[in-house]
């Protein structure tokens, strides 16, 4: 039975596929850069082919005319997108930092990074308060204080070592054998820091303002630039929903399970996020250098792809090649239409959010729109993760009414969005629910965040080797 499987036209195909699928894998392997500029390549030409056909058929429109208009229109709004949102999306997500920082309790022991060192530095600058004493000199030379005084907390935040006593060497050999047995405690560090001092700001700051508001920026700074502050709303949300005929102990075991579980939310949020918003300016320029590799690459794969369609078929036996041609034909079809589908459906959803947070009076309606956006390429896993920060800046009114009505909003229009999506992908194969949320699992585990925006298409590629070659062979008597 195995002889015959082998000799199967399909099973041939299926290894050939395989093999094809290997050396793919290679080349996504080889960098992330690489494996994005690849993924971003092939999805142009996905969103060009169904628009030279659409112009061909219908506008009698040259299919090399089509293309440059379609690369134009999606490469010129994509580098207007990145030139004039750039400086309002990182000075918003600065901002809305400190609404998430407002949320979760406040540990004492937590110690702060120089990302929100600079986050309080903006804040303190950016205050209503403090900007009303200032002239319109001192207003346009904001900008460059912020920056000296950043530099000068990263100077005074790097650990300085100290020479070591006997006494403290000593320490550090019983704590090194303490941690080898498991039982490991701090006893004592070895590296000290230095504290900002108000000469020194005040130095600072009086390179830019009046004397009387260096003097008050410096004691703010001096006050609250190195502390993590926290209106802990969490309290607010939990004291509206839980029952009120409730017996003070039980109320105060609630109140203590939900801080210790946010208390373990915000050390995993504090280790990723600063950390991921600090690479903002890199992750920009790393951007850019995709684009371009992706536009010339969009260029050549489009203009060459009716003749790749011809080519890659003849990568197998000739024997297999009708199988492997409807194989790659259908995968072709399903994987266009899912992404033309769920890129429509995100940019649709991020635009509907982004109006909707704006109409409501809430701020920040442009980064929580492309948030909401960019969340939705991720089928099921996405939506909770695009909820999250919108819940935070519905719970930063204090207003609990206004957060449930922005989650009934966000119901409504991720239960359109789900129709919407499911009309554009009729008559096409879908993934099921388990297997897209496993994929994003495995995609996660090996490539991050891009992995589970690309694990869908692998699910249908996965999915059409099944329906083509595996099942075919299984059926046989």
Not at 135 to 146: A, C, V
Not at 189 to 216: G, I
Not at 269 to 291: A, D, N, Q, W, Y
């Amino acid at each position: 039975m195995l002889r015959n499987i082998i000799k199967q036209p399909r099973f041939i195909a299926a290894v050939f596929t395989l093999i094809y699928l290997i050396i793919g894998l290679v080349v996504f392997s080889i960098s992330l850069r690489t494996a994005v500029i690849v993924f971003s390549t092939f999805t142009v030409v996905l969103f060009l082919e169904p628009w030279t056909r659409l112009a061909q058929k219908y506008f009698k429109i040259k299919r090399s005319l089509s293309l440059g208009f379609g690369l134009v229109i999606i490469f010129v709004g994509l580098i207007t997108l990145i030139v004039f949102l750039t400086t309002p999306l990182a000075k918003e997500a600065s901002k809305f930092y400190n609404i998430v920082v407002d949320f979760f309790p406040s540990v004492e022991e937590t110690k702060i990074t120089s990302f929100e060192v600079n986050t309080n530095i903006d804040r303190l600058l950016s205050d209503e308060n403090f900007a009303t004493g200032l002239t319109q000199e001192e207003k346009g030379s904001l900008e460059f204080l912020s920056k000296d005084l950043k530099s000068y907390y990263a100077e005074i935040m790097k650990t300085v070592p100290t020479m070591e006593t006997p006494f403290e060497k000593e320490l550090k050999s019983i704590e090194e054998s303490l941690r080898e047995k498991g039982n490991y405690i701090v006893i004592m560090s070895s590296d000290q820091t230095r504290e900002a001092s108000y000469e020194e700001l005040n130095d600072v700051t009086s390179r830019y303002l009046s004397p009387s508001n260096a003097a008050m920026l410096s004691q703010e700074l001096l006050a609250n630039a190195m502390q993590v502050q926290s209106q802990e709303l969490w309290r607010e949300v939990v004291a509206y929903f839980m029952p009120k005929n409730l017996d003070p102990a039980r109320q105060a075991a609630t109140y203590e399970s939900v801080r210790n579980f946010l208390i373990q939310v915000q050390n995993i949020l504090r280790e990723v996020l600063p950390s991921l918003l600090e690479k903002v300016p890199s992750f920009i320029t790393s951007t850019g250098l995709v684009i371009f590799f992706t536009i010339v690459g969009a260029i050549y794969l489009s203009y060459y792809f009716l003749s790749i369609k011809e080519i890659v078929p003849k990568l197998y036996p000739k024997k297999v090649r009708k199988i492997a041609t409807e194989f790659l034909s259908d995968t072709y079809k399903n994987l266009e239409r899912y992404v033309i589908s769920i890129v429509l459906v995100a940019i649709i959803v991020g635009i509907v959010v982004g109006i909707a947070i704006k109409a409501m009076g809430l701020k920040y309606s442009l980064l929580m729109g492309l948030w909401a956006a960019f969340t939705n390429l991720i089928p099921i896993v996405g939506v909770p993760l695009e909820f999250i920060p919108l819940f935070l800046l519905a719970v930063s009114t204090q207003n609990i009414v206004l957060v449930i009505i922005l989650l009934i909003v966000l119901a409504v229009v991720h239960a359109a969005a789900f129709i919407l999506f499911l009309v554009f992908m009729k008559g096409y194969n879908r993934i099921n629910p388990v297997m897209i949320i496993l994929m994003i699992v495995v995609a996660g585990q090996l490539f991050g965040l891009f992995g589970a925006i690309i694990a869908v298409p692998f699910a249908i590629l996965i999915k059409m080797l099944w329906i083509h070659f595996v099942s075919p062979l299984l059926d046989e008597e």
